[in-house]
């Protein structure tokens, strides 16, 4: 039986929450790169999108990747008023690949004491230490906690709707999606999510 809504988040109920949005946040920045790919494509007449998408797939190094598309786009719409869009939207590509970058290659450490939320943690490689002895064990700066990767998450759906929204503009397409889609929420409150993993525990699994 699950613990009351208005308890605090379990342990176990964490570490579920903890991979289940890790694995989501992960997911959500490979819609990221599938927009990139759109945003490339954009640049290139019908007939040389496929070949233009293949030659931009084949690039290995993410920030070569996003040179490429920034070479392309102001090249295709330099002087249009796309260039100030794009601008916005590379500059939140570059920052957020940062945050990507520490999703997959930080580690994780259990912190058994913690609060409800801080009980895992994505942690640097390399970290200082505390100058003073701590009674019981924290996560160091700059480590990742479940709220934070929730946060990781919603800003990367936000950016490739906010991408997909470009090229929607640029080849004068219309949407029924919300533009608010392009703009991140901030993370849930320790309450709803708890409330959110007892929900996806509470459901019977499919046979």
């Given at each position: 039986?699950?613990?009351?809504?208005?308890?605090?988040m379990t342990g176990y109920e964490e570490s579920i929450a903890f991979y289940h949005e890790l694995g989501v946040a992960v997911s959500a920045w490979a819609?990221?790169?599938?927009?990139?790919?759109?945003?490339?494509?954009?640049?290139?007449s019908e007939?040389?999108?496929?070949?233009?998408?293949l030659m931009f797939l084949s690039i290995e190094n993410f920030r070569s990747k996003t040179q490429v598309a920034?070479?392309?786009?102001?090249?295709?719409?330099?002087?249009?008023?796309?260039?100030?869009?794009?601008?916005?939207?590379?500059?939140?590509?570059?920052?957020?690949s940062q945050l990507r970058n520490h999703l997959v290659h930080?580690?994780?450490?259990?912190y058994s004491d913690g609060k409800?939320?801080?009980?895992?943690?994505?942690?640097?490689?390399?970290?200082?230490?505390?100058?003073?002895?701590?009674?019981?064990?924290?996560?160091?700066?700059?480590?990742?906690c479940l709220r934070d990767i929730v946060s990781a998450r919603l800003q990367f759906t936000a950016l490739a709707f906010g991408l997909e929204?470009?090229?929607?503009r640029v080849n004068q397409q219309k949407t029924l999606l919300p533009a608010s889609l392009a703009q991140a929420d901030d993370a849930p409150s320790m309450?709803?999510?708890?409330?959110?993993?007892?929900?996806?525990?509470?459901?019977?699994?499919s046979p």
């Open positions: 039986m699950l613990p009351s809504d208005h308890s605090p819609n990221v790169e599938r927009a990139l790919v759109w945003i490339v494509t954009s640049c290139f007939q040389d999108q496929e070949s233009s998408a920034d070479n392309l786009f102001r090249t295709k719409f330099d002087g249009t008023a796309h260039i100030e869009s794009w601008n916005e939207l590379s500059q939140r590509t570059e920052r957020l930080y580690h994780t450490m259990g409800p939320g801080r009980r895992l943690a994505l942690i640097p490689t390399l970290s200082r230490k505390p100058k003073f002895r701590q009674k019981l064990p924290k996560p160091p700066s700059g480590s990742l929204f470009l090229v929607h309450a709803k999510l708890t409330h959110q993993i007892r929900t996806m525990l509470s459901q019977p699994l």
